[in-house]
């Protein structure tokens, strides 16, 4: 099977190749088609799969640490 990439798609393997411990290309679409498909079940949640979409569609963001742990702040309340 042969699967054409846009040019973002690409570069976003690429980064994901450097950074994300992934051994290839073809690990990075299968992990993606696995996320799709459990998005895609029956019992999923239609307000998770709607904000799951949202995040997808935009562009990537970086987190400092400080986010994370005022999260967790916000979580204890």
Same mark, same amino acid.
């Not at 980064?15 to 993606?32: C, N």
């Given at each position: 099977?042969?699967?054409?990439?846009?040019?973002?798609?690409?570069?976003?393997? &690429?980064?994901?190749?450097?950074?994300?411990?992934?051994?290839?290309? =073809?690990?990075?679409?299968?992990?993606?088609?696995?996320?799709?498909?459990?998005?895609?079940?029956?019992?999923? =949640?239609? &307000?998770?799969?709607?904000?799951?979409?949202?995040?997808? &569609?935009?562009?990537?963001?970086?987190?400092?640490?400080?986010?994370? &742990?005022?999260?967790?702040?916000?979580? =204890?309340?």
């Amino acid at each position: 099977m042969k699967v054409v990439l846009t040019p973002h798609q690409e570069k976003f393997i &690429a980064l994901k190749m450097r950074t994300g411990g992934y051994l290839s290309p =073809d690990e990075i679409v299968r992990e993606a088609l696995r996320v799709y498909e459990l998005v895609e079940q029956d019992d999923s =949640d239609p &307000a998770l799969e709607v904000a799951l979409r949202h995040s997808l &569609a935009g562009p990537l963001k970086k987190y400092r640490p400080s986010h994370f &742990a005022s999260l967790s702040k916000r979580n =204890d309340l």
